[in-house]
């Protein structure tokens, strides 16, 4: 079930394209979210579309895990932070969760999804623990978590940005509420519409390429 593939992004993952026409369920993962930039013309003329020119006769049920940041020995084209670039093309959902009870619940949902997902992981939140139940479990795709409440700021935050900005405020004491979307589309909007309402005031805390 684990196959080791040749170094051709773009072949590849048209490979994994034909496999989910074929009614498989394929994940295909790219060690570092750089190279998918070879995988362009796939990802956003077929993957992305092909549902829709089919009139939803035809579905993609392919989901793409790739990592992000930088971590020992990754330089300019290894550590790149382009999920936001995949969150803008029509077609495809994009999930970033933080937490490893979250990783899980999200992919088994993206696995099963009708829909191709892009699953963005940073390296950096690798080494994070976390309870995690043993059972099969999805969460919903779209709903977004408040992972601290607060009333002065609504601050939104993705992936290892989510966990850095509760530190934060756990250490300093700040009456801050911390959104983590955990899907970039479908975005939460109301969750985040809700908190600001209540707040004033938001910040955006996406992240970047975390030096440690």
């Known amino acids: 079930r684990i196959i080791g593939t040749p170094i051709s992004e773009n072949a590849m993952t048209g490979v994994a394209l034909g496999a989910a026409l074929s009614g498989m369920r394929p994940v295909y993962v790219h060690l570092r979210v750089d190279f998918m930039m070879l995988t362009m013309d796939q990802i956003v003329n077929y993957v992305a579309k092909w549902r829709y020119m089919t009139h939803g006769q035809v579905k993609v049920t392919l989901v793409i895990r790739a990592v992000i940041g930088r971590g020992w020995g990754s330089a300019a084209q290894h550590s790149g932070t382009l999920h936001s670039i995949f969150a803008h093309i029509p077609g495809l959902k994009v999930m970033m969760p933080s937490t ?85 589309n479908p975005l939460d909007e109301t969750l985040i519409l809700e908190s600001v309402k209540k707040t004033g005031r938001l910040v955006i805390a996406d992240v970047a390429c975390k030096t440690g």
Do not use: Q
């Not at 892009?118 to 709903?143: A, C, D, Q, S």
């Open 100 to 184: 490893p009870y979250n990783v899980k619940g999200l992919f088994l949902a993206a696995v099963k999804e009708d829909y191709p997902v892009i699953f963005i992981e940073h390296r950096w939140l690798y080494k994070n623990t976390g309870h995690v139940p043993p059972e099969m479990y999805t969460l919903p795709i779209g709903k977004g978590e408040v992972m601290r409440e607060g009333k002065r700021l609504t601050v939104v935050a993705t992936s290892i940005a989510a966990i850095d900005a509760v530190n934060a405020c756990e250490e300093n004491d700040l009456d801050v509420e911390v959104i983590d979307p955990m899907t970039l």
